[in-house]
């Protein structure tokens, strides 16, 4: 049995997740909701982190030192990047990094690292379950930063720069911490806009639509 967590930003991300936990244990550290419930052969731990890489990081460590979980799996929407993704897609993370931030700085001071890599098993597995499904799923580098991006200049810059398939306010910090911790992490994003001009307007459309999709996803992985 393992001890899954399970992070997303914000309620409507984790309401249909934590609609199926039976019977869950609740607990609170630092302002944080924890949600504690069997789910299958394996134990699952779900909270809501807010919006932002401060709020991701800092849940991610209550949860880990807290829960001692097993492996992490972030669970949203985000912002199409790549050309090939569209609306309501899965991109599960290959690696993240945070794209406000100079890499330099991470990369020659500490942690010494700038580019967090996700966990093989646990991307595989997300897009298994994808397939099963009938899902259109794509592995990518997700990239993240304290904005919600809605302007495709902006967009345009980081896709030059980094060549993301998504973007979004909390993955990169949480894939940080995870791998601060040696904690097997995966992001998987259901894509809500394109973070582009008609950004707002897509992500209104799509969003609960979105977060319900990326949540059958997560559940059903945690199930196997």
Known sequence: MK???IIGAMPSELKDIQGVQESPVTTEIAGYTFYESRH?????VTA???IGKVNAALCTQVMI???HVDCIINTGIAGGMHGDVKLCDIVVSTSV???DLDAHFLADYPPYCAEYTADEALQALAKAVCTEMGISVHSGKIVSG??????????AGIKAKFDPYAVDMETAAIGQAAWRNKVPFVSVRCISDLADDD??????QFEIIAAKRVADIVM????K
């Open 40 to 44: 299958g052969e394996n134990e699952i």
């Open 220 to 223: 059903a992985m945690c199930g």
């Open 146 to 155: 304290d904005a919600f991006i809605t302007d495709s200049a902006v967009k």
């Open 97 to 99: 990094l945070p794209h």
């Open 48 to 50: 809501c982190c807010g």
């Open 65 to 67: 030192d807290h829960f």
């Open 3 to 5: 001890k899954i967590g």
């Open 199 to 204: 950004g707002a307007m897509s992500f209104d």
